[in-house]
T-cell receptor, first 105, second 114 residues
């Protein structure tokens, strides 16, 4: 099963762009990259997903490298409410430990 | 509104008792999942079901059981055989298939064994 590697924690200043990396070097050709976030003691919330091309929605942008072995989630203008644990997964069954993102005022 | 509902939100159990956590969805999703989360940790898959009357074990199925008699419902029973049942339990659903859309999560059930 394809797994992901993320830094355990990151900090970002409010109003700046938060760039969260994810390595998925064993991803298969037909596996999508999904990002979720979890605010303390709540169910995870879907953010965005992609296969090969970069994607953007109202919450974030997703940049996937050409070899698909890594990706970056970008929150363009981080707010305090973006403080959460962010999970990058390449199939629904396997969640890693995620990145705890703290937005500082 | 469409969504996924877990109950109860909080549950206390004495050692040796079985307890069943409810998960219901009205999203018409084929696939449903149960995850366990321990403090400061990620999610670990307990069981999943891709279609009615069929389900598969995840990474940590020992001490748990499930049923999928209806498309809308996927209850999880935590049996007395589960050695460390105190945890946060999350249910999710998706359209199904290998890349069948994103996961929709419930708000979770927090089980404490006294």
């Amino acid at each position: 099963d394809a797994k992901t590697t993320q830094p355990p924690s990151m900090d970002c200043a409010e109003g700046r762009a938060a760039n969260l990396p994810c390595n998925h070097s064993t991803i298969s050709g037909n596996e999508y990259v999904y990002w979720y976030r979890q605010i303390h003691s709540q169910g995870p919330q879907y953010i965005i997903h992609g296969l090969k091309n970069n994607e953007t929605n109202e919450m974030a942008s997703l940049i996937i490298t050409e070899d698909r072995k890594s990706s970056t989630l970008i929150l363009p203008h981080a707010t305090l409410r973006d403080t959460a644990v962010y999970y990058c997964i390449v199939q629904k069954l396997v969640f890693g430990q995620g990145t705890r993102l703290t937005i500082n005022p | 509104d469409g969504g996924i509902t877990q109950s109860p939100k909080y549950l206390f159990r004495k050692e040796g008792q079985n307890v069943t956590l409810s998960c219901e969805q009205n999203l018409n999703h084929d696939a449903m999942y149960w995850y366990r989360q321990d403090p400061g940790q990620g999610l670990r898959l307990i069981y999943y079901s891709q279609i009615v009357n069929d389900f598969q074990k995840g990474d940590i199925a020992e001490g748990y059981s499930v049923s999928r008699e209806k498309k809308e419902s996927f209850p999880l029973t935590v049996t007395s055989a589960q050695k460390n049942p105190t945890a946060f339990y999350l249910c999710a659903s998706s359209m199904g298939g290998r890349s069948g859309g994103e996961l929709f999560f419930g708000e979770g059930s927090r089980l404490t064994v006294l």
